[in-house]
């Protein structure tokens, strides 16, 4: 019996266990919802889509953000690596091989 003992009271504290109650915990609150933009977004790369196709060299910035009204500006290569963050308030201008601009879109 005493070698059965200590096999019996570790069975009984497990099954204990399981008939304890979980304490309820209340739901998170779920995450702010982000603001939402008004009628004109920051950005708005179809004002200056006759940009595309046209090479690219970095004095064109001032004007691609003038004309878009983006706040940011990022240049994408072939092979670049970027973030897929999303900014409204950003203009990436994406090139082919030979720096030509491939297309102007926000995000």
């Known amino acids: ?9 570790m069975l009984a504290a497990v099954s204990m266990v399981g008939c ?3 304490a309820q915990t209340a739901p998170s ?4 919802m982000p603001p939402k933009m008004g009628a004109q977004a920051p950005c708005n790369a179809d004002a200056i ?8 060299q970095s004095s064109l910035d001032e004007q691609l953000l003038g004309g878009s009204g983006a706040k940011a500006l990022r240049v ?13 308030d950003r203009l ?3 090139l082919d091989d030979n720096d030509v601009i491939e297309s102007l879109v926000c995000g």
């Open 49 to 56: 889509q006759q940009h595309v196709g046209s090479p690219y």
């Open 76 to 88: 994408l290569r072939p092979g670049d690596v970027a973030t897929m963050d999303f900014r409204q």
């Open 20 to 22: 304890q109650s979980s």
């Open 92 to 94: 990436n201008v994406k």
């Open 1 to 9: 019996m005493k070698r059965f003992f200590p096999g019996l009271l």
């Open 29 to 32: 609150e779920p995450a702010p």
